[in-house]
Nanobody
């Protein structure tokens, strides 16, 4: 059973930084993408970044490009999201997703981690 564990959230002040982690386990397939999403109450979940396991290609939403950096440690099956210069609009629950490309497609979600930014 695929399991994703997101961690690293917390309460920070405006301008601060955080590193989120997404640890994946319970699978043996090798063709997938790991993405980070965030959601605030009353709004749709927003895709913010993803990284391909095969070649490390990374993509970012315009809203986070330049402040967020996604990286992966394939040996640990862990994907990280480094966030700098946090602001109030970054307050959200952050989720990681594993999108299995082959055999698939299939999506797996972990529980989110709360990020709260205050002034």
């Amino acid at each position: 059973e695929v399991q994703l564990q997101a961690s690293g959230g917390g309460s920070v002040q405006t301008g601060g930084s955080l590193r989120l982690s997404c640890a994946a386990s319970g699978f043996s397939f090798d063709d997938y993408v790991v993405g980070w999403f965030r959601q605030v109450p009353g709004k749709e979940r927003e895709a913010i970044s993803c990284v391909y396991k095969s070649d490390g290609r990374a993509y970012y939403a315009d809203s986070v490009r330049g402040r967020f950096t996604i990286s992966s440690d394939n040996a640990k099956n862990t994907v990280y999201m480094q966030i700098w210069n946090l602001n109030a609009e970054d307050t959200a629950v952050y989720y990681c997703n594993l999108h299995q490309l082959w055999p698939g497609p299939k999506d797996y979600w972990g529980r989110g981690t709360q990020v709260t930014v205050s002034s």
